[in-house]
C-alpha cells in the first residue's frame, strides 16, 4: 500500500502525541504505533513531571540534573528543557492535564536525588493522565491518521534524506512516503528478561538508524530502576514509583534494618540494594511505607496500594519486597536542540532519542518532560523549514 503524508510520526507516546500536536493542522499527519494506541512507556509513568518552581530553584534543578547524570549530560539541552518547562505545564494543562492542587496551588512532590519538591503529579497515575489527554486531542485532528498495530521495519532514504517509512501490519507493506519524519517509538526494554517497559518496546528505530548510518550515542547508558515489585511470575515488572522514597518509604534489608538513604539517586539506590541481596543471599529486599499517613497512600498512591493488594499485600500495614528491573534508554539516535537526527529530515524524541539531557543516568521525572520539551521542538522546527520550503 503507498501512502502519501507530510509528516509520518512513530509511536504514541508523549514524545508522539506532543509532537503530532504542535503540527500545523493543514498538514496531513500518519500516526503509526506497533500495539495498541495505550500501550506507551509514557502510560505507565507514576511519580510525576519536573517543572523549575521559579528562578531561585533554576542552579539546584539544573545541578540535581547534572549531578544524576555524572556531569556527562549536555548542559545546553538541560538548560533548554528547565527553562522551557513552566510553558510545557501551561500547554498540559490547557489540553486538559490535572494536576493535583493543594489550597488551589499546584501541589509538589519530592523524588530521589532532588533538593526540594518540584515535582507536578496526578495521583500515581500522572503519565496515563498526561498521555490519555494528549491522545484525545489528537484523535480529534481531521488531519492525523491512525495506525495501530503497525511496525516499523526500514525508513526510506533518498540522496541520504529521509523520505518516510516502511511498516507492516495485517494488511500488509506500507509504503509511507513523507516530508518529515519523526520517531518516537520508546525505548529498549522489551530485550531485557526483568524490565518494568512493555515487551513490544525493541529498540526498532535504533537499529534501523544503525542500518542507515545514523548518528548513534551512549548505547551502554541503560537506567536500571531500584524498586519493582518482586514476582516469580514472567513479563513486565510492576514498578514501584520513588515519589513513595519521596514521602517517606523506607528501604530494609532481611534484618529490617536500613541500609541506604533512599533519596540517592537511582544508580546508587541500586548498587547498594543489589550488594545488599548479595550479602544476605536474598531475591529482594523490603520497602516500608509506614511512615506514611494512609490517608497519604490511599490519595496519592492508590494505583500502587491496589495492585500490591492484588498481589497479597496491604502496603498500609506490612512491608513489600522489591527488586531492581531495566527501567530507562538514557541512550539513542543522536538529536540536536531540535530534535533533527544526523539525516536530513529525519526527527527523534523521547527515549528512542538522545539529546544529551540525561547525562549517563536520568534524574526521576525527568523523562516526561524532556519527551515533551523536545517534541515541540521538533515540530516547530519541521513546521518553519515546511514553510521555506512550500514560499
Same mark, same amino acid.
Given at each position: 500500500?503507498? =501512502?502519501?503524508?507530510?509528516?509520518?510520526?512513530?509511536?504514541?507516546?508523549?514524545?508522539?502525541? !506532543?509532537?503530532?500536536?504542535?503540527?500545523?493542522?493543514?498538514?496531513?499527519?500518519?500516526?503509526?504505533?506497533?500495539?495498541?494506541?495505550?500501550?506507551?512507556?509514557? !502510560?505507565?509513568?507514576?511519580?510525576?513531571?519536573?517543572?523549575?518552581?521559579?528562578?531561585?530553584?533554576? @542552579?539546584?534543578? !539544573?545541578?540535581? %540534573?547534572?549531578?544524576?547524570?555524572?556531569?556527562?549530560?549536555?548542559?545546553?539541552?538541560?538548560?533548554?528543557?528547565?527553562?522551557?518547562? *513552566? @510553558?510545557?505545564?501551561?500547554?498540559?494543562?490547557?489540553?486538559?492535564?490535572?494536576?493535583?492542587?493543594?489550597?488551589?496551588?499546584?501541589?509538589?512532590?519530592?523524588?530521589?536525588?532532588?533538593?526540594?519538591?518540584?515535582?507536578?503529579?496526578?495521583?500515581?497515575?500522572?503519565?496515563?493522565?498526561?498521555?490519555?489527554?494528549?491522545?484525545?486531542?489528537?484523535?480529534?485532528?481531521?488531519?492525523?491518521?491512525?495506525?495501530?498495530?503497525?511496525?516499523?521495519?526500514?525508513?526510506?532514504?533518498?540522496?541520504?534524506?529521509?523520505?518516510?517509512?516502511?511498516?507492516?501490519?495485517?494488511?500488509?507493506?506500507?509504503? =509511507?512516503?513523507?516530508?518529515?519524519?519523526?520517531?518516537?517509538?520508546?525505548?529498549?526494554?522489551?530485550?531485557?528478561?526483568?524490565?518494568?517497559?512493555?515487551?513490544?518496546?525493541?529498540?526498532?528505530?535504533?537499529?534501523?538508524?544503525?542500518?542507515? @548510518?545514523?548518528?548513534? @550515542?551512549?548505547?551502554?547508558?541503560?537506567?536500571?530502576?531500584? %524498586? %519493582?515489585?518482586?514476582?516469580?511470575?514472567?513479563? *513486565?515488572?510492576?514498578?514501584?514509583?520513588?515519589?513513595?522514597?519521596?514521602?517517606?518509604?523506607?528501604?530494609?534489608?532481611?534484618?529490617?534494618?536500613?541500609?541506604?538513604?533512599?533519596?540517592?539517586?537511582?544508580?546508587?539506590?541500586?548498587?547498594?540494594?543489589?550488594?545488599?541481596?548479595? #550479602?544476605?543471599?536474598?531475591?529482594?529486599?523490603?520497602?516500608?511505607?509506614?511512615?506514611?499517613?494512609?490517608?497519604? =497512600?490511599?490519595?496519592?498512591?492508590?494505583?500502587?496500594?491496589?495492585?500490591?493488594?492484588?498481589?497479597?499485600?496491604? +502496603?498500609?500495614?506490612?512491608?513489600?519486597? +522489591? +527488586?531492581?528491573?531495566?527501567?530507562?534508554?538514557?541512550?539513542?539516535?543522536?538529536?540536536?536542540?531540535?530534535?533533527?537526527?544526523?539525516?536530513?529530515?529525519?526527527?527523534?524524541?523521547?527515549?528512542?532519542?538522545?539529546?544529551?539531557?540525561?547525562?549517563?543516568?536520568?534524574?526521576?521525572?525527568?523523562?516526561?518532560?524532556?519527551?515533551?520539551?523536545?517534541? #515541540?521542538?521538533?515540530?516547530? #522546527?519541521? !513546521?518553519?523549514?515546511?514553510? #521555506? *520550503?512550500?514560499?
Amino acid at each position: 500500500m503507498e =501512502i502519501s503524508a507530510d509528516i509520518v510520526v512513530v509511536g504514541t507516546g508523549v514524545g508522539g502525541l !506532543f509532537s503530532t500536536l504542535w503540527l500545523p493542522e493543514e498538514k496531513q499527519v500518519v500516526l503509526i504505533t506497533k500495539s495498541d494506541l495505550e500501550s506507551s512507556d509514557s !502510560f505507565l509513568a507514576q511519580g510525576g513531571i519536573c517543572v523549575l518552581r521559579d528562578e531561585k530553584d533554576y @542552579e539546584s534543578f !539544573f545541578e540535581d %540534573t547534572m549531578k544524576a547524570g555524572h556531569y556527562e549530560n549536555r548542559k545546553e539541552s538541560v538548560d533548554l528543557m528547565i527553562r522551557k518547562s *513552566r @510553558e510545557i505545564i501551561d500547554d498540559l494543562i490547557g489540553f486538559g492535564v490535572d494536576f493535583e492542587q493543594e489550597d488551589g496551588c499546584l501541589k509538589y512532590t519530592r523524588e530521589g536525588a532532588h533538593s526540594c519538591p518540584r515535582i507536578l503529579f496526578h495521583k500515581d497515575i500522572t503519565g496515563k493522565e498526561i498521555t490519555s489527554k494528549l491522545l484525545e486531542r489528537v484523535k480529534e485532528r481531521k488531519n492525523v491518521t491512525i495506525f495501530e498495530y503497525t511496525t516499523m521495519t526500514d525508513i526510506l532514504e533518498e540522496d541520504g534524506k529521509c523520505t518516510g517509512i516502511l511498516a507492516e501490519n495485517e494488511q500488509g507493506t506500507l509504503h =509511507i512516503h513523507a516530508a518529515d519524519t519523526i520517531l518516537a517509538s520508546g525505548g529498549i526494554g522489551g530485550t531485557y528478561q526483568h524490565s518494568t517497559n512493555f515487551p513490544h518496546l525493541t529498540g526498532d528505530a535504533i537499529r534501523i538508524a544503525k542500518k542507515h @548510518e545514523v548518528r548513534l @550515542e551512549h548505547l551502554d547508558y541503560v537506567q536500571i530502576h531500584p %524498586t %519493582t515489585l518482586y514476582s516469580k511470575k514472567p513479563g *513486565r515488572r510492576f514498578l514501584i514509583s520513588e515519589s513513595v522514597r519521596g514521602e517517606g518509604a523506607v528501604l530494609y534489608n532481611k534484618k529490617h534494618e536500613r541500609f541506604v538513604n533512599e533519596l540517592l539517586p537511582r544508580d546508587v539506590v541500586t548498587k547498594a540494594i543489589h550488594e545488599e541481596m548479595e #550479602k544476605d543471599g536474598t531475591d529482594y529486599v523490603w520497602l516500608s511505607m509506614e511512615h506514611i499517613p494512609k490517608e497519604t =497512600i490511599l490519595g496519592h498512591f492508590p494505583n500502587i496500594y491496589q495492585r500490591c493488594l492484588e498481589e497479597g499485600y496491604d +502496603v498500609t500495614k506490612e512491608c513489600i519486597p +522489591v +527488586v531492581p528491573a531495566q527501567h530507562y534508554f538514557m541512550g539513542g539516535i543522536w538529536v540536536d536542540l531540535d530534535s533533527q537526527t544526523s539525516m536530513e529530515h529525519l526527527y527523534a524524541v523521547g527515549e528512542t532519542s538522545c539529546n544529551g539531557v540525561h547525562g549517563a543516568n536520568r534524574l526521576a521525572s525527568n523523562s516526561l518532560l524532556e519527551s515533551l520539551v523536545f517534541a #515541540k521542538r521538533a515540530a516547530t #522546527k519541521i !513546521f518553519g523549514e515546511s514553510e #521555506k *520550503r512550500y514560499r
